[in-house]
Structure formats: C-alpha cells, structure tokens
C-alpha cells in the first residue's frame, strides 16, 4: 500500500510538473495614449521581433504587463510565426 501511495505522489508531481510548463501566459505590452490600441497581445516572449510587430500594428510600446481580460482593452496582436508543412501526394 506503501508503495502505491509513492507511486501516485511521483505520478501528480510529474503531472503537475508538465502542466506548469504548459501554462505559459501570453504577455502583453501597454500601448501609449494616442496607440491605435491599448495593448498588443506578444505571445509567450517578449522580444525585439514582437516588439517591432507591435509597432508596426500602431501601439507605441510603454512598458510589458500580463493581458488584461477586461470586454474594453484593444487588442492589436502579433501573428504568430507558422511552420510550413509540406506534403507530398
């Protein structure tokens, strides 16, 4: 019975532990007052690339914030980068 229960602990610890690196948030930058939107939604890292996006979609970047849920922040995002898939037939 011993053995069970370490074996169910080991399992959640894994489990849980998998589950934290999943739940990364996407991170927002705040966008200054005459933006076209108040924050732009940059995915998981903020870099020089996302940062650039952002400016390229009119929000002049103030500083990085978690995203707000609120029904009355605009929204500008970045794209995420797909990978291409080929197939062959």
Known sequence: ??????LLLALA????????TVAAADGCYLCASGSRCDQCRYGAHDTQDARKACEARGCKVQGTTTCSGAANINYCSVEPKRPITLTCR
């Open 1 to 6: 019975m011993r053995i069970l229960k370490t």
């Open 13 to 20: 610890l894994v489990a849980g532990a998998a589950g934290f």
